[in-house]
């Protein structure tokens, strides 16, 4: 049974730029959260995806955006990248109707902006 | 913004040696969670407390919930090692789904 899976590893991107961020969920989960670390920092909550919608979202603005496909399967979104974008940005998955249960996390994505 | 504020920031301990670990929070919680984090990857669910539970057991792990002062330990018993990581507490608050708030962290550092 695959556990949470996120692509790419790293990333190298420029001021301005794009970028793309994929998260499979463990086999049986409905729900995907995502989370951007700062480096010697705790996550910090980006928003949640349940049935293809954005049902909770933290203090990020709207340049993060996200996705959730059929398949469970998500994106995470950010345009015009600063600087400040550099962090790890960590996917969650768990079931939607267990509520406040454990989250199982991805390896993460290692996101630099030059 | 963070939740939750563990204390002390930094923890270097002798293998062997028990390890504790202290969270603080601001608002009412459904349940308040503790992860560990290696280097930098990714998190690994440790524990679960609800609210209306006061300790909780896991192995060589023991975590203690006080609503009343909003705060939470964890406790390493017999440290090895492998256990050299940061840990986090995170809360999930009430009314409200999975919008898991973590804190700070706790760097701890086993010496074999």
């Known amino acids: 049974d695959a556990g949470v899976t996120q692509s790419p590893t790293h990333l190298i991107k420029t001021r301005g730029q794009q970028v793309t961020l994929r998260c499979s969920p463990k086999?049986?989960?409905?729900?995907v959260s995502w989370y951007q670390q700062a480096l010697g920092q705790g996550p910090q909550f980006i928003f949640q995806?349940?049935?293809?919608?954005?049902?909770q979202r933290g203090n990020f603005p709207d340049r993060f955006s996200g996705h959730q496909f059929p398949n469970y399967s998500s994106e995470l979104n950010v345009n015009a990248l600063l600087l400040g974008d550099s962090a790890l940005y960590l996917c969650?998955?768990?079931?939607?109707?267990?509520?406040?249960?454990?989250?199982?996390f991805g390896p993460g994505t290692r996101l630099t902006v030059l | 913004s963070q939740q939750g504020e563990e204390d002390p920031q930094a923890l270097s301990i002798q293998e062997g040696e028990n390890a504790t670990m202290n969270c603080s929070y601001k608002t009412s919680i459904n349940n308040l969670q503790w992860y560990r984090q290696n280097s930098g990857r990714g998190l690994v669910h440790l524990i679960l407390?609800?609210?209306?539970?006061r300790e909780k057991h896991s192995g060589r792990l023991r975590v203690t919930l006080d609503t009343s002062k909003k705060s939470s330990s964890l406790l390493i018993t017999a440290s090895r090692a492998a256990d050299t990581a940061s840990y986090f507490c995170a809360t999930a608050p009430s009314g409200g789904y999975q919008k898991v708030t973590f804190g700070t962290g706790t760097k701890l550092q086993v010496i074999p």
């Open positions: 407390i609800r609210s209306n539970e």
């Open positions: 086999s049986g989960h409905d729900t």
């Open positions: 969650a998955s768990s079931r939607y109707r267990e509520g406040h249960n454990e989250q199982f």
């Open positions: 995806y349940y049935e293809e919608e954005e049902r």
